[in-house]
């Protein structure tokens, strides 16, 4: 009798404890933050975040993690979601589930005098252009033995938090997708990076005074191509559309090929339109993929503004990227005018919706497979050792031509080719 209380008690006791377990495990639960509005699905930032945890060593080898519940209550998530995440850990062999006792820590760095985890840091997860190129950077890692730790930030001080928890992690290399104007405590911990002889590779763009390697896509080439054939088509009252930000290197690159090709040609080059966001003079660069929703409106008025003010005019449009060059197709059928008809628009990126949108875009593909394989290439360069002097790799771009080009209507001046 007194045995069956005993068993009885054991049993209530344990079943409170389990209850209340969420209280258990503050420390770990706080390490995790999921943002509920980003392009990313909450398995894969859930799945990264646990993956950066277990790899870093800060959950290490036999440690009990949080359960399936615990986790969901804590992200606001459902048990599948988190169940996803668990079950890829799992796979790559981090973690083991044991029914009936927990989940725990089973990975452990083969090489214990270096850590065999890559960062890598992005502000600008918005479409397949960055998923591709953060699963090519992957697979040559992964197949050099060394674990990635993905990140997206949200915001300038967002990418100086991870920055510094990565450094406190002490990662073996960095591969970063840089916010388009970095803080000053960014620059600072990057700095460290290089006191500390951790290699950086910057995708797309490089940061103002810090001496590493830059792979990017050839912004001027494809920009120069791009108007170009637009010149060929007959035209001669060409815009440039652009967000209102100044010094960031791919749309300064842009812009120099499309002066280029005008001067080349002969072509008046016109004072570029630029767009500005409702609530600040200047863009950062990603805000400018927040506005094809509830704020769009914003920047299409803007448009339409350019577009009826006096003088002659454009018809073509050279918008920056694809983003802006359907912003301001919705602009134009807002006036009355039809693309290709009356006025040509092609864009930049190539993103999946260009060639989807009822006037299929003419515009530049870039080749995000091979950004992500060079750029992990030369980081695992810069592990093998050396001092190698800081190297810019630039990757070709294609030119994609669909029906939103055309030549001008009749009446306008053709280009006449001698």
């Known amino acids: 009798m007194l045995y069956s209380r005993i068993v009885h008690t054991f049993v209530y006791i344990s079943k409170q404890f389990f209850a209340r377990a969420p209280d258990f495990m503050p420390e770990k639960l706080d390490n995790i933050r999921l943002d509920h509005n980003s392009y990313i699905s909450l398995h894969v930032q859930l799945h990264n975040q646990l993956r950066r945890l277990t790899v870093s060593g800060r959950w290490r080898f036999g440690e009990r993690i949080p359960t399936e519940m615990q986790l969901a209550?804590?992200?606001d998530i459902s048990r599948t979601?988190?169940?996803?995440?668990l079950q890829r850990l799992e796979v790559e062999g981090l973690i083991k589930r044991t029914a009936g006792r927990g989940t725990f820590v089973v990975y452990q760095p083969q090489d214990h005098t270096a850590n065999r985890s890559i960062g890598y840091l992005?502000?600008?997860f918005h479409n397949e252009i960055h998923t591709n190129i953060l699963s090519s950077a992957q697979t040559e890692l992964r197949s050099a033995g060394y674990q990635v730790i993905f990140s997206n930030s949200q915001d300038r001080e967002d990418e100086a938090r991870i920055l510094q928890q990565l450094l406190d992690d002490d990662v073996a290399g960095l591969m970063l997708w840089a916010n388009a104007?970095?803080?000053?405590?960014t620059k600072r911990i990057l700095a460290e990076y290089q006191r500390?002889?951790?290699?950086?590779?910057?995708?797309?763009?490089?940061?103002?005074?810090?001496?590493?390697?830059?792979v990017a896509s050839d912004n001027f080439g494809g920009s120069y191509e791009l108007v170009r054939h637009i010149i060929e088509l007959g035209h001669r009252h060409i815009v440039l559309l652009m967000p209102n930000i100044d010094d960031l290197q791919p749309i300064n690159e842009r812009r120099r090929g499309f002066i280029a090709a005008l001067e080349e040609h002969g072509v008046l080059a016109r004072e570029p339109w630029r767009i500005s966001p409702p609530d600040r003079h200047e863009f950062h660069e990603t805000d400018i993929y927040s506005l094809v929703g509830s704020q769009s409106r914003h920047v299409i008025k803007q448009v339409e503004r350019f577009t009826d003010t006096d003088g002659p005019r454009p018809t073509a449009i050279v918008c920056i990227n694809d983003?802006?060059?359907i912003i301001a197709m919705s602009a134009l059928r807002n006036l009355g005018f039809t693309v290709p008809d009356d006025v040509s628009i092609v864009g930049f990126d190539d993103i999946g919706m260009a060639s989807h949108i009822g006037v299929p875009l003419t515009t530049v593909s870039q080749d995000a497979y091979e950004l992500g394989k060079v750029a992990s290439q030369m980081l695992l360069e810069g592990l093998g050792g050396g001092n190698l002097a800081p190297r810019s790799y630039?990757?070709?771009t294609q030119l994609r031509i669909r029906s939103s080009t055309a030549a001008p209507s009749v009446g306008v001046d053709r280009v006449v080719e001698t």
């Open 81 to 85: 979601t988190v169940r996803i995440a």
């Open 73 to 75: 209550r804590h992200l």
């Open 394 to 396: 630039t990757v070709p």
């Open 196 to 214: 500390r002889e951790m290699p950086i590779v910057f995708m797309d763009r490089p940061v103002a005074g810090i001496r590493a390697d830059c």
């Open 181 to 185: 104007k970095p803080t000053a405590e």
């Open 323 to 325: 983003i802006l060059a």
């Open 122 to 124: 992005t502000c600008s």
